[in-house]
């Protein structure tokens, strides 16, 4: 039973969540469709009454240009509004009324007539200003039943009315622009759970539906709680997404929809309105969900025979892992029990918790072991590079500050805490080399010949032949063997240049040559701060890499990095002329100097 629940439970409920949210999912694919679908009607929308507008508009800049109304009586001027009428099939009607004078107009016979031309012809120029375009509402034909739009544009002159373009367009073009929806009854949409696409204009009535009969009709469709909603917001141009309740004939559906506005102008507006049933919208959810049930229910079924079978071939191991378990907690590898106990997950329990409290204990000892070890090894190397330091009083300390100052140059360049680690060791042996060379030229207060300065360039080779025999210190290697390498190849001892040399080697170069400057010598005084970066500064791209000398400098501003003697100041941003440096004992001074 334990199985058969372990099995069919999660089953059931993840394949119902599932199907919750493959709800949720179709529900926004479905707004996103009708939503996009309505936008672009609209838009469609839009641009037809842009077309016939524009066109209106050239009819009376044309007039305004020429400016002689008089060849409104020539068959010319008749003969061109008529190939308008033939270009544009959606044009009914082009009348022409100047102030003084007879009005043109030619038309289509078979769909208005002439006294239908005047009659909304003049119901138009009578809301007539200086305005571009004036856009009259939605009016059904008595005779041809064709539902129109009328647009009347002025012609100028001097600011003055000199005469007047009026067209009467059939929003039959509209039914063309929504041709992708199957014609059908009202009652038919209502009952199959199809999608319904309409527009309707201002005043709720229908300008396209479906169901023709709607149109004709002139039936207002403000029942519909959507309808109201774009009624309300339609002035605001927006597009949305609408759950409603609707009734049709006494039967309540629940719908989604969406509506969209298309403007000709702030006179006329459509609304662009799709909805459907929302049963019928979903109705793959439900059978998603009878087929969860069905796939649960056989997996649950399949989990129960296959759990139960490998539940009692796990019964043995079990029992030999505790008895392995139990030996290597007491240290003892080679016997091997096979007691037959009933109780086998407690004993494998009690077993682990105990080689895991033992294990824990020697992990705890070696860790231990490893500080301790790690102490000792950073405390030998501090009192080794102490007691090179202390051969000369100038240079005491010289190794911990440079060990300092690299460890901030690092920081402020992203180093993790293992990579500074390493660092911080290389940079405090980078002078181990110089435990081989005389004292008479380490502690010279004087310049050293070229002979001493020969041999004092070779303390970093002699600490690579120290170090080196030591496998332990290969990662601090770089540092005390190439940190008087220089980016331009002019350094020693290799002569490297640029990317070969070792970041770890750039870095201790400019911390030694930073604490060189900044501390009194017997050839020199500590030089100040600022002049002590602007002259490393000096030297970047020669014998500095420029990432780690801007690095020094922001550690400095940031206070990282404080010399003997020194303060936070703010970055350098000028350099002093270049000059050639040399290394002497502990660090970057003038030529041959000790």
């Known amino acids: 039973v334990t199985l058969f629940l372990v099995g069919l439970v999660p089953v059931v409920v993840t394949g119902w969540l599932l199907s919750e949210r493959s709800a949720l999912e179709l529900r926004a694919v479905e707004g996103r469709y009708q ?20 066109l209106v508009a050239s009819f009376a800049r044309a007039f305004e240009l020429s400016n002689d109304f008089s060849l409104l009586s020539s068959a010319t001027a008749q003969q061109k509004l008529g190939r308008s009428l033939q270009e544009n099939p959606n044009l009914l009607s082009l009348y022409v009324k100047p102030v003084t004078g007879e009005p043109l107009s030619v038309y289509r016979t078979e769909i208005i007539t002439g006294g239908e031309v005047e009659k909304l012809s003049s119901q138009i120029l009578a809301r007539l ?16 039943g064709e539902l129109t739009l009328t647009i009347a544009a002025p012609v100028l002159k001097n600011a003055e009315i000199t005469a007047a373009v ?9 039914s063309r622009i929504m041709s992708e929806t199957q014609s059908a009854s009202e009652k038919e949409l209502w009952e199959s759970g199809l999608p319904i696409v309409f527009v309707v204009d201002e005043q709720g009535r229908a300008v396209f539906h479906p169901d023709s009969q709607v149109v004709k009709s002139q039936k207002p469709l403000t029942n519909l709680k959507i309808v109201q909603e774009w009624q309300s917001a339609s002035r605001q141009g927006l597009s949305a997404l609408v759950p409603f309740t609707a009734e049709f004939e006494n039967k309540r559906h ?32 439900g059978e998603m969900r009878r087929q969860t049930w069905l796939i649960s229910l056989a997996l649950a079924v399949a989990a129960l025979v296959v759990g139960s079978f490998f539940a009692r071939q796990l019964t043995h191991p079990i029992l030999e892992l505790v008895s392995a378990a139990q030996k290597i907690a007491d240290g003892d590898l080679s016997n091997r029990v096979r ?24 992990i705890a000892k070696l860790a231990k072991a490893a500080e301790e070890n790690r102490e000792l090894f950073v405390g030998t190397v501090k009192a080794l590079a102490a007691a090179i330091d202390g051969k000369d009083k100038y240079t005491r300390g010289h190794s911990e500050r440079v060990a300092r100052f690299s460890v901030a140059i690092g920081r402020r360049m992203g180093m993790d805490e293992k990579e500074l680690e390493t660092l911080r060791i290389s940079a405090l042996l980078h002078d181990v080399g110089k435990i081989a060379i005389d004292d008479n030229i380490l502690k010279k207060p004087s310049a050293l010949t070229d002979e001493e300065f020969e041999i004092m360039k070779t303390h970093p080779q002699r600490g690579y032949k120290i170090m080196s025999q030591i496998p332990a210190m290969k990662e601090y290697l ?7 390498e220089m980016v331009n190849g002019q350094g020693y001892p290799q002569g490297l240049r640029g990317e070969e040399i070792p970041l770890q080697a750039k870095i201790v170069s400019v911390a030694d040559t930073f604490d060189a400057m900044t501390t009194d010598r017997p050839y020199q005084k500590g030089m100040k701060l600022e002049d002590a970066l602007n002259r490393i500064r000096s030297f970047v791209g020669t014998r500095y890499d420029g990432q780690v000398v801007e690095a020094l400098v922001h550690a400095c501003a940031e206070g990282l990095i404080r010399p003997v003697g020194g303060a936070i100041i703010k970055p350098p941003t000028k350099t002093q002329p270049q000059t050639q440096l040399q290394d002497g004992g502990g660090g970057a001074v003038p030529a041959k100097v000790a």
């Open 35 to 54: 939503t996009q679908l309505v936008q672009d009607k609209a838009r469609q929308i839009e641009m037809f009454g842009q077309r016939y507008g524009d």
């Open 129 to 144: 200003g200086e305005r571009n375009l004036v856009w009259g509402q939605p009016q059904k034909l008595p005779a041809s």
């Open 166 to 174: 009026v067209a009467v367009v059939s929003l039959g073009e509209i």
């Open 254 to 285: 629940e719908m989604i929809g969406a509506y969209s506005t298309a403007s000709f102008n702030k006179e006329l507006i459509f609304g662009v309105i799709v909805m459907q049933d929302e049963n019928t919208a979903l109705a793959s959810v």
């Open 339 to 362: 007691p037959k106990s009933t109780r086998e997950l407690d004993t494998l329990g009690a077993a682990f918790n105990l080689m895991s409290d033992r294990l824990e204990e020697h």
């Open 478 to 484: 770089a540092g005390m063997y190439m940190h008087h």
